[in-house]
Structure formats: C-alpha cells, structure tokens
C-alpha cells in the first residue's frame, strides 16, 4: 500500500510535523510504502529526508503568481509528482487549505482522508474516507458521522516524554506559565495580568510583548518573558512553574497544552477553546473566561491539588500522547485502511 502525506500549510520547514513523520515511519515498518509533499516558495523541486531515512519529503514549487497566504497556495507541481508517485491514500495534514480542493478536483477517484490541524471545515470533506482528530471530544462535536461510522481516529501529539519528564522534587521559580506567541491576537496573554500582582508569570513565546499593555508587568519583575526557545530550552523552565494557564481564544488541542502536562503541571484552559484533552477536575479545569482567574487562584492556593492534579497531568500524556501513542495509532489505521477497500 502507497500512502501519501500533504503538509497543506505552505513552508520549507518540517519541524512542525515532527508528529507526522513519526507516523509515516511507523507505516512504513509495517509494510506500507510512505512519501511527504509539500510546496514551497523555491524554484526547483527539492527532496529532504527525515528520521536517518525513514521518510523522505519533497517540496514543490508553488503556482504563480502566488497568495501571499499560506492557506491559498496551490502547486501544479504537487499534484503532478503526486500523480507519478500513484498512492492509494492521501492524508491531507489541516483543513480548509486550498491545495486540499485543488489536488482532490485533479485527481477525481482519488481516496483521502484529513488529519485535523486546527479548522474542522474544507469543501471537501464530505468525500473523505477517514478523519483523524486531535481529541476524542473534537471528534463527537464536529465529525460525528466519521466517528460513527469507524472512520473517525485521535492522532496523538507528538512529546519528548524523557526531555519532559519532571524533576523530583521540583524548584519553583514561576506560579504560572503560558506558552503561545505575541503575534496573534488569539494568544490572549494579556487575559492573565490582572494576576501579576499576586503571582509571578512566565510568559513565553515568539513576537516582541506590547510594551504598552505588558511593559509595565515586565518592569515590575512579576512577568518573565523568554522570548521563543526550543524545547531543551523550554522545558526546563516549565518545571519550574507550578501551573499552565492556556489563555488562547481559538485553538484545537494546543500543543503547548500537552507539553505543560507532560512537564507534570495542571492545566486551565477556557472550554469554549478547548473542549476536551483533559478530565475537568483531574488534570485541570475548563473554564470560561469570567472563571479563570478565580479557579487559578483556588488553585495555587492549594498545593496538595497543584501536586495531585500535576502527577495526573503527566500520567494522562504518557499514556495518550507521545511515539508509543503515535505508532499504535498508525498500527490500527494500517488495519483499517487494509479493510476499506
């Protein structure tokens, strides 16, 4: 079986499908032929490999004149190198990408499927043969049909579970971390400074802070922010915090959610972003935006449940998240796609 992967996002890069290549790697163990595509803003069509050889991507040129956004690009160039690799399956990586409806309207017969990356709609969904989600949740509220029908999955993220794994005992430097970017208005960061008063905040991620809503916090020594670091970098300072409070207003399953989970910290995220991914009261709390800040101090003030709630959180990632997760979930779509015919 010839199985094909389209990272839909336009981009050069592949550290954000670190997730993904462990899949194909996995199907490919157990027989099956894999292969990455992906467009590029370069001239010349380009081939990387990736895990010591496991998966090799190409990248393509994009069609132009091209969109400036990445979710409007197209590549005639992919569908043509896609028609000569011949797979049996397309997994699309993210809806609502306008190179999904271009490859599928090509290539009519074709058989593809979606994994989620964040939007849950793409005018051609309706012929997919399977959906992989980021959470059970997820699945029931927007792919209810797939699920019902055994063709709706949970691929778990990908998590370095012994970079992440906490310290014990652990030195607390912050009360709460928060890791998102500065560049997007969803990341809400400024949602959680009412609390620098009372708590010290590790703000950390991308873009330059608003010096006129954060400048002041940063001043005062109550608000750290690192800037964007790698996750040798990253997490070491999140096992020095003490709770994750995930403040973004539009999100699937942040990834930055699991990495707080998996360094052993609880979470609390707004519900009506985050609909699943924990157990409410388990490994942290969703909530509205009008409860956060009460819930978060109920909850610092109590460190038997920081700690309880904290051993949780990481149990719940080692046993959902990770390789060994990712490549039982590649395992069982081999199964299925072996009976789908």
């Not at 199907?27 to 380009?46: C, S, T």
């Not at 409410?280 to 935006?289: A, D, I, N, R, Y």
């Given at each position: 079986?010839?199985?094909?992967?389209?990272?839909?996002?336009?981009?050069?890069?592949m550290?954000?499908?670190?997730?993904e290549?462990?899949?194909?790697r996995?199907?490919?163990?157990?027989g099956a032929?894999?292969?990455?595509?992906r467009?590029?803003?370069?001239?010349?069509?380009?081939?990387?490999e990736?895990?010591?050889?496991?998966?090799?991507?190409?990248?393509?040129?994009?069609?132009?004149?091209?969109?400036?956004v990445?979710?409007?690009?197209?590549?005639?160039?992919?569908?043509?190198?896609?028609?000569?690799?011949?797979?049996?399956i397309?997994?699309?990586k993210?809806?609502n990408?306008a190179?999904?409806?271009?490859?599928?309207?090509?290539m009519?017969?074709?058989?593809?499927?979606?994994?989620?990356?964040?939007?849950?709609?793409?005018?051609?969904?309706?012929?997919?043969?399977f959906?992989?989600?980021e959470?059970d949740?997820?699945?029931?509220?927007?792919?209810?049909?797939?699920?019902g029908?055994?063709?709706?999955?949970?691929?778990?993220?990908y998590?370095?579970?012994?970079?992440?794994r906490?310290p014990?005992?652990?030195?607390?430097?912050?009360?709460i971390?928060?890791?998102?970017?500065?560049?997007?208005?969803?990341?809400n960061?400024?949602?959680?400074?009412?609390?620098?008063?009372?708590?010290?905040?590790?703000?950390?991620?991308?873009?330059?802070?608003?010096?006129?809503v954060?400048g002041?916090?940063?001043?005062?020594?109550r608000v750290h922010?690192p800037g964007?670091?790698?996750?040798?970098?990253?997490?070491?300072l999140l096992?020095?915090?003490?709770?994750?409070?995930?403040?973004?207003?539009?999100?699937g399953?942040?990834?930055?959610m699991v990495?707080?989970?998996?360094?052993?910290?609880?979470?609390?995220?707004?519900?009506?972003?985050?609909?699943?991914?924990?157990?409410?009261?388990?490994?942290?709390?969703?909530?509205?935006?009008e409860?956060?800040?009460d819930?978060v101090r109920?909850?610092l003030g109590d460190?038997?449940l920081?700690?309880?709630?904290?051993r949780?959180a990481?149990?719940?990632?080692?046993?959902t998240?990770g390789?060994?997760?990712?490549q039982a979930?590649?395992?069982?779509?081999?199964s299925?796609?072996?009976?789908?015919?």
């Amino acid at each position: 079986m010839r199985i094909a992967l389209i990272m839909s996002h336009a981009d050069r890069a592949m550290g954000g499908a670190t997730r993904e290549l462990h899949f194909l790697r996995t199907l490919r163990e157990q027989g099956a032929e894999v292969a990455a595509f992906r467009i590029h803003a370069g001239a010349d069509i380009e081939e990387e490999e990736y895990l010591d050889g496991a998966v090799t991507a190409t990248f393509l040129p994009e069609d132009l004149p091209a969109e400036a956004v990445p979710h409007r690009k197209v590549s005639t160039a992919l569908v043509e190198a896609l028609r000569a690799y011949a797979p049996d399956i397309v997994l699309f990586k993210g809806l609502n990408y306008a190179i999904n409806a271009f490859v599928a309207g090509r290539m009519p017969g074709q058989r593809y499927g979606f994994i989620v990356g964040g939007a849950v709609t793409d005018t051609v969904l309706a012929g997919a043969r399977f959906v992989f989600g980021e959470y059970d949740e997820q699945l029931s509220t927007h792919f209810a049909g797939f699920l019902g029908e055994g063709r709706g999955f949970v691929l778990p993220k990908y998590i370095d579970l012994e970079l992440s794994r906490p310290p014990r005992p652990a030195v607390i430097d912050y009360d709460i971390a928060n890791v998102g970017n500065f560049h997007e208005k969803r990341k809400n960061q400024q949602a959680l400074l009412p609390l620098a008063g009372e708590f010290s905040l590790l703000l950390a991620g991308g873009g330059k802070p608003d010096k006129a809503v954060f400048g002041a916090a940063i001043a005062s020594g109550r608000v750290h922010c690192p800037g964007r670091l790698d996750h040798a970098a990253l997490f070491p300072l999140l096992h020095r915090s003490r709770i994750m409070v995930h403040s973004s207003t539009m999100d699937g399953l942040p990834r930055a959610m699991v990495e707080g989970m998996a360094c052993g910290l609880p979470v609390v995220a707004y519900r009506d972003t985050v609909r699943g991914g924990l157990e409410h009261g388990v490994q942290g709390f969703l909530v509205t935006p009008e409860e956060m800040p009460d819930t978060v101090r109920r909850l610092l003030g109590d460190a038997a449940l920081v700690e309880r709630m904290g051993r949780a959180a990481r149990a719940h990632v080692e046993a959902t998240h990770g390789v060994p997760a990712i490549q039982a979930a590649a395992r069982r779509f081999l199964s299925f796609l072996r009976q789908d015919r």
